[in-house]
């Protein structure tokens, strides 16, 4: 399958640990994109990378998020000191184009509990 | 600022019957696209159908087609022959020009009866 992974696909934590997700996009899609989606929520925009570089940061994401995508291939979403408002999916996408054409491609996500 | 919106948090539909989703959208760019994705329980996001601010027509793709009317800034996704497998929610987004990202509406719920 060559399609957007996603993994864990579900993470059940203790409030206070720290979690991490991985991406890993269609191999020659230069672009990726983080989401979050609440329960009946569209997806919110978190950060997208072009190859390596981390270009835009959305206000959503605190100080105790940080990604990275160190080679331009997979990326991580790193959570630290998870607290309960943390429990989402994570949406992961890849796409080959910018501009406004071309879909993207998302994973199945990541469903993230905080107990 | 680029903003969606979808009215309708739920909607029901008779299967075989034709379904409309509404989507009204905000932008200051005069070249945007416009996408619909579709997704189930299961959780993953679907790609349904893709509409560029300067196409002359109407996207088209199997039984999705969406309704865009450019001076009223809406882009409804109509559902023609409605099946069971169509029950799930429904996203309109729209993609920022020079990020790519996609913003999404908050989406509807459709439910297709049998």
């Known amino acids: 399958d060559t399609g957007v992974s996603q993994n864990p696909r579900h993470k059940i934590t203790k409030r206070g640990q720290n979690v991490t997700f991985r991406c890993d996009p269609i191999?020659?899609?230069?672009?990726l994109y983080w989401y979050r989606q609440t329960l009946g929520q569209g997806p919110e925009f978190l950060t997208y990378?072009?190859?390596?570089?981390?270009?835009?940061k959305s206000r959503l994401l605190s100080d105790r998020f940080s990604a990275e995508r160190p080679k331009g291939s997979f990326s991580t979403l790193e959570i630290q000191r998870t607290e309960q408002g943390d429990s989402a999916m994570y949406l992961c996408?890849?796409?080959?184009?910018?501009?406004?054409?071309?879909?993207?491609?998302f994973g199945e996500g990541s469903r993230l509990t905080v107990l | 600022a680029q903003k969606i919106t979808q009215t309708q948090p739920g909607m029901f539909v008779q299967e075989k019957e034709a379904v409309t989703l509404d989507c009204t959208y905000d932008?200051?760019?005069?070249?945007?696209?416009l996408f619909w994705y579709k997704q189930p329980s299961s959780g993953e996001m679907i790609f349904l159908i893709y509409?560029?601010?300067?196409?002359?027509q109407n996207a088209t793709e199997g039984r999705y087609s969406l309704n865009f009317q450019k001076a009223r800034k809406s882009a409804n996704l109509v559902i023609s022959a409605s099946q069971l497998g169509d029950s799930a929610m429904y996203f309109c987004?729209?993609?920022?020009?020079?990020?790519?990202?996609?913003?999404f509406g908050q989406g509807t719920t459709l439910q297709v009866k049998p």
């Open positions: 996408a890849s796409s080959l184009t910018s501009g406004i054409a071309g879909e993207l491609f």
């Open positions: 191999s020659e899609h230069n672009r």
């Open positions: 990378f072009q190859n390596e570089a981390q270009l835009e």
């Open positions: 932008t200051s760019d005069p070249s945007y696209g």
């Open positions: 509409q560029g601010s300067y196409d002359q």
């Open positions: 987004a729209m993609r920022h020009r020079d990020t790519g990202k996609l913003i």
